[in-house]
């Protein structure tokens, strides 16, 4: 148990990435990553999953790699997506665990939304390579805990065993507090679980729909609670002014595309949450 998924991402990048090694993260990606993964003294791999409608695959896997200047550690998928909403198939989960088995990476596989998914279920990658995969996850999206921090790691004993004494020199332990909360939380029922995401897949609908009829191209979110949404024409590419200025004039606060890419196409979209009612 670790004090939220950013702790256990943290923990995870000290003890897998050595200085200089490389991690491959499909973008847009979780800005976070970025701060933890440069606190270990690693080397983002960014791969640009604009270019297959915010989609990993193979192909743009073998890419990336054949285009790294350094050796290559992991690579780091989060499911669905934070920003896109995007995630992924049994199908499509079985093609990229057998490139990452191929090119011998370990997966980090960071599913802290894998109970908010609307067009089928959540498919763990952790079930396909379990001897290669690193299944981080928590209770903050789940059980809406967002106050309580409270993540897990799932991975092989060989190096489970290392990560636990990293995870000990950075935090110790989880309060009991919180560990009571979590304990509440995990008795609660699937139908209010569902009933909680069902609430999220009305202010989806909802909001899709809404920024669509004013102009916006929006990709389709599968899970999570967020909408990547590219600007319309008539305001420009430039999603930093247009986020100002929407917060400014409109009273509206949401986050600009660049905040979760190194790519030039992903700053003419923004993300705007639903969580809130």
Known sequence: MTVGVTEAMQSIFKTLIAKGEGLLIPEPAYGSYFASLSLADGVAVPIDTAKNKFKLTPA????????????????????????????YSKEELEELAACFKKHQIWIIS????????????????????????????????SHAMTGYRLGFILGPASVMQYIQKV????????????EDGAETALQMTRAELDYMKESYQD?????????????FDVVDPEGAFYLFAKIPADFGTDGWTFTEKLAEEGKVAVI??????????????????YATA
Do not use: C, M, W
């Not at 054949?66 to 669905?80: E, H, M, S, T």
């Not at 995870?167 to 919180?178: A, D, E, N, Q, R």
């Not at 909001?207 to 004013?214: H, K, N, P, T, V």
């Not at 190194?262 to 705007?272: G, V």
């Open 60 to 87: 743009l896997v073998d890419e990336a790699l054949a285009q790294a200047k350094g050796p290559v550690r992991a690579i780091l998928l989060n499911y669905p997506n934070n920003p896109t909403g995007v995630t």
């Open 110 to 141: 960071d599913e802290i939304y894998s109970e908010l998914t609307y067009a089928h279920d959540h498919y763990s990658i952790g079930k396909l390579l379990p001897e290669q995969t690193l299944v981080v996850n928590g209770l903050s999206k």
């Open 167 to 178: 995870h000990g020199s950075l935090t110790y332990s989880v309060p009991t507090f919180i």
């Open 203 to 215: 202010r989806r609908d909802f909001a899709e729909q809404a920024l669509a009829d004013l102009g």
């Open 256 to 273: 600009p595309g660049a905040a979760f890419s190194h790519f030039k196409e992903a700053n003419a979209y923004i993300r705007i949450s």
